[in-house]
């Protein structure tokens, strides 16, 4: 057997097993965890297990490392989590289990993302890890499906996780691109908001405060503010959001009320923000309280004493902005063969990677019209031909 029938067929085999798992966000990921870290450490390298329980589910970050102790490491980072495939329509196969008909290969996680974390593995295995003189790290996130959560607990504690190992330079980041690469990403963030009013019969209006009326005027300053964000979209978001070069707000939800002859004593909103680079959720979302407080609240406390607004943060992924030129970029865009022309239309991991410093630059085999869908496949093509990429990448980044 040839080193290249070797290596086909044992991308196929460890892809099949990370398929086969079932890793939907909802349930534990543990066995997958173990099965990543083990692979890992039969490879030579450092590794641990980083436990968390996340809505009462025990979930688990995998990070590894090898190397050298010196500055302007690789890390190769996709997760583990899978979107629901029970329940929906038009499988025509199992989706746990790999299969192919010559051209394209299915599975759930095929193309988002568990063929990267396979051909992650096998890339290192192949490499003269004595050899390194950058340290390679891999890390393997939970929940990346909602919300980010494990890559958000994990950069918490990194440092300490791969002590001795200096924080690398560069993440890349295995995420369905069809090896397009993006080195940016804006940010996601839910928040609900909630009008607490003063209810009573609908004949007598002025005896009460209709929540649904101030969740009206709560919706204007939203507007307004979405408007202000329009106007201050930076230079460089242009190139890479030119569709959408700023901050957005998307209101997706709304209840309130009982019946139409009853005053609305509450209603409830839930919104997302798709956050550009250079803005935060958090600063955003201060504009809309201030704005509220300055120009709506006041009206409700004098109507309703015990009424109120209340702003309630769910979930936040930071955006992610790394440098669109330098010498990582040079070299992926020599062996992938493209070159950087704007940012993912998507949120990942890198945003939290790049509060510790680390610019993550995200390509992968993977193509995004597949991810999520039933019959989710890839090409046959970007199976084997990311192998040969990542095996590249890593030498001519850690070795050469």
Not at 42 to 52: A, D, P
Not at 266 to 290: F, H, K, M, N, Y
Not at 326 to 332: I, T
């Amino acid at each position: 057997m040839s080193r290249a029938e070797f290596q086909q067929s044992e991308l196929w085999e460890i892809s099949r097993q990370l398929i086969s798992f079932n890793t939907v966000s909802a349930l534990s990921n543990l066995n997958i965890a173990e099965f990543l870290a083990n692979y890992l450490e039969s490879s030579g390298m450092s590794v641990q297990i980083v436990t968390e329980t996340i809505a009462g589910v025990p979930k688990a970050n995998v990070v590894a490392w090898v190397g050298p102790a010196e500055p302007g490491g690789l890390i190769l980072s996709g997760h583990m989590d899978i979107v629901p495939f029970e329940g929906q329509p038009g499988w025509k196969t199992d989706p746990l289990k790999m299969q192919t008909d010559g051209k394209r290969i299915f599975g759930r996680g095929v193309s988002d993302m568990k063929i990267f974390l396979a051909q992650s593995l096998l890339a290192a295995r192949q490499q003269p890890l004595h050899q390194l003189k950058r340290p390679l790290v891999f890390i393997f996130t939970c929940d990346e499906e909602v919300a980010g959560q494990g890559s958000a607990r994990l950069v918490q504690t990194l440092p300490e996780v791969i002590k001795g190992c200096p924080l690398p330079e560069i993440a890349l980041i295995g995420e369905p691109t069809n090896f397009a690469i993006f080195p940016a990403h804006k940010g996601y963030a839910s928040f609900d908001l909630r009008v607490q009013g003063k209810g009573g019969h609908s004949s007598l209006p002025s005896n009460g405060l209709n929540a649904i009326d101030i969740m009206g005027q709560i919706l204007q300053v939203i507007k307004q503010v979405g408007k202000q964000l329009e106007k201050q979209s930076l230079p460089e978001n242009i190139q890479l959001f030119p569709e959408v070069p700023y901050s957005t707000f998307n209101n997706g939800l709304i209840s309130g009320g009982l019946a139409p002859n009853m005053i609305a004593e509450t209603c409830r909103l839930t919104a997302s923000l798709r956050v550009a680079p250079g803005d935060t959720a958090d600063e955003i979302l201060q504009q809309v309280q201030q704005q509220i407080e300055q120009k709506i609240l006041p009206e409700v406390r004098l109507q309703a004493p015990d009424g109120g607004i209340f702003l309630e943060n769910l979930v936040a992924v930071p955006p992610l902005k790394s440098p669109l030129e330098g010498p990582f970029v040079e070299l992926l865009g020599r062996i992938i063969g493209q070159s950087i022309t704007r940012g993912a239309p998507y949120a990942t991991d890198g945003g939290q990677f790049q509060s510790l410093g680390i610019n993550s630059y995200i390509c992968g085999p993977g193509e995004l019209a597949e991810a999520h869908q039933p019959n989710e496949s890839l090409a046959v093509e970007n199976f084997f031909g990311g192998l040969e990429k990542l095996e590249r990448i890593i030498h001519a980044w850690c070795i050469e």
